[in-house]
């Protein structure tokens, strides 16, 4: 049965070095219910090792955690990705590290936590997160799609680490499911100033605890997988977004 669900598709762990160290899986998740939100993403820089803890927690909880990585390019992109496996995530995880030079800097750049469930330290990632990958946008994009995922644009209205910020536009023949915009512009501010030829989304790309679900998509689909919320972007059998 088709059903309207709130969908968070763009937060951040203690993995990720500008994250707040509260950003625990129990942490999350618990937000996420306090915020009633049906379907979350986690989506730190570069990496799922976080992913099975919030997968637990998740479940725990009965909240539907898609796997998810926010790419940086070459071009220094974000490109959020999206699967339904915890496996498509890792897999991702392990082609991005093997194009991924550079190591972490504390104390420029922050701790790269990797915890379980309950939040107990289990190691410190030393790869260099924050950083871009040798990926080009076409290759971060085809990927994403070779492992079944949906490849949603980041924040395309920030001044930094968007596609229109680093490109100065959407490419056409890139073959992205969607646009995310952050919490600072509305939608239908993103369409006067975007126009854009793609299903916009927005999430909160929360760093922090109190901006979870700051701000979020709903989409009317029977339950959230790839390929409902694939659906609900073409606005195919009955699927669609509403904002």
Do not use: W
């Amino acid at each position: 049965m088709l059903r309207e669900l709130k969908a968070d598709f763009h937060i951040h762990t203690c993995l990720s070095p500008c994250a707040e160290l509260e950003m625990s899986p129990l942490a999350i998740i618990q937000q996420a219910k306090i915020k009633e939100l049906d379907i979350i993403a986690i989506c730190d820089h570069n990496s799922a090792e976080n992913i099975p803890a919030l997968k637990q927690a998740a479940d725990e909880y009965k909240i539907c955690l898609l796997p998810g990585m926010e790419v940086t390019s070459i071009e220094e992109v974000h490109i959020l990705a999206l699967f339904d496996e915890i496996e498509s995530a890792l897999q991702l995880q392990e082609i991005i590290y093997a194009n991924l030079p550079g190591e972490n800097d504390e104390d420029t750049f922050g701790m790269q936590v990797i915890v379980n469930v309950h939040g107990e330290v289990l190691g410190f990632n030393k790869k260099l997160l924050i950083g871009a990958s040798n990926l080009t946008v076409d290759e971060t994009v085809g990927t994403i799609h070779s492992l079944n995922g949906l490849a949603i644009a980041a924040h395309i209205d920030r001044d930094s680490f968007s596609l229109i910020s680093q490109l100065g536009f959407v490419p056409e023949e890139l073959e992205l499911d969607a646009l995310e915009i952050s919490p600072l512009t509305s939608y239908n501010n993103a369409l006067e100033k975007y126009n854009p030829r793609l299903p916009l989304t927005r999430s909160s790309d929360a760093h922090n605890l109190k901006d979870i679900g700051k701000t979020y998509t709903t989409l009317y689909i029977e339950k959230g997988t790839v390929a409902e919320i694939k659906n609900a972007f073409l606005q195919k059998e009955g699927r669609k977004i509403i904002h």
